[in-house]
């Protein structure tokens, strides 16, 4: 129990990370009050869950070890949901347009359309199960590296994915967009269609997600190359199944037609720059 409390002691990197995000919002909630959906109880969570987080650091107990590694993943969910008040206030302008025509202009097409000449019902439905998956993939990697002991790289890697994510959220502010298929559904020679789940996985994700201007840059891009990057202090096998995954969810968001490559490419540059930036910064924060 004291080794415990001597690990679990003063804040991490990823408590400076939350904490910071939580106040940045809390600022938001109180610039835009009458303009924010829900706005009480937005604050009361903010200051609940900053409490809580300081209550464990300041007062370690039996229950302090394994919150401070896990909490992260319920608070970054939570701060995805919020998006759904906060979005309004930029909705005043939406990108879809602009990045369709990014597309159009690097491509001469539009790629998600121009694909469902390859669709079948059987391709479709596994690459909508391989994005469904995305966030049981993304945490696949801190447990596993939980269960095999390597505590120093599940609390760095919880700070990069949670970093990720909180960049990613900022990334859905600045450039709201939903998604080539609500923009160009009319433009779609041939509508999606799955074996057996799809419609109810993507149903399902939808009304997970609410009304979601979450396109910019495309998060399951990002999360799952910085996945797959982290996946080698687990074992070179993990890494390379990882590849093929990354590989395929990249695929999977312009066929499914849940993002625009230039959200792709968005995606992958903001990966690249946080797993060369992330170790400083930690180093730093730590």
């Not at 992260?72 to 347009?97: G, N, T, W």
């Not at 602009?98 to 597309?103: E, H, I, S, V």
């Not at 990720?164 to 600045?174: A, C, E, P, Q, R």
Request: glycine share 6%.
């Amino acid at each position: 129990m004291g080794e415990v409390l001597k690990r679990s002691a003063g804040f991490w990197a990823v408590d400076k990370l939350v904490l910071a995000y939580f106040a940045f919002m809390a600022a938001l909630m109180l610039a835009w009050w009458g303009s924010v959906p829900h706005a009480g109880w937005l604050l009361a969570w903010h200051v609940a869950g900053a409490a809580l987080l300081v209550y464990q650091i300041k007062l370690p107990n039996r229950t302090t070890w394994l919150f401070r590694n896990w909490y992260p993943v319920i608070y970054v969910a939570s701060c995805y949901k919020e998006m759904a008040d906060f979005l309004p206030l930029a909705r005043h302008v939406v990108y879809d347009q602009q990045l369709a025509d990014l597309d159009q202009r690097i491509w001469g097409l539009q790629p998600g359309v121009w694909l469902s000449r390859i669709q079948s019902p059987a391709f479709t439905e596994f690459l909508q199960w391989i994005y469904t998956f995305f966030i049981p993939a993304v945490l696949l990697v801190a447990f596993l590296l939980w269960r095999r002991g390597h505590y120093a790289e599940f609390q760095y890697y919880a700070f990069l994915i949670a970093l990720g994510y909180l960049v990613s959220y900022l990334g859905y502010v600045l450039v709201p967009a939903r998604g080539p298929r609500f923009l160009l559904k009319d433009f779609e020679h041939l509508p999606l269609h799955g074996l057996w789940l799809f419609q109810g996985m993507q149903s399902t994700l939808d009304k997970l997600e609410s009304v979601a201007y979450d396109a910019f840059p495309s998060g399951h891009t990002e999360l799952t190359i910085l996945a797959w990057w982290s996946s080698k202090a687990v074992s070179k096998r993990w890494f390379g199944a990882y590849f093929g995954y990354t590989l395929s969810i990249i695929f999977a968001t312009v066929y499914l037609r849940y993002h625009y490559t230039v959200d792709v490419f968005a995606g992958a540059i903001v990966a690249v720059v946080l797993i060369a930036a992330t170790p400083f910064l930690y180093r730093r924060l730590q």
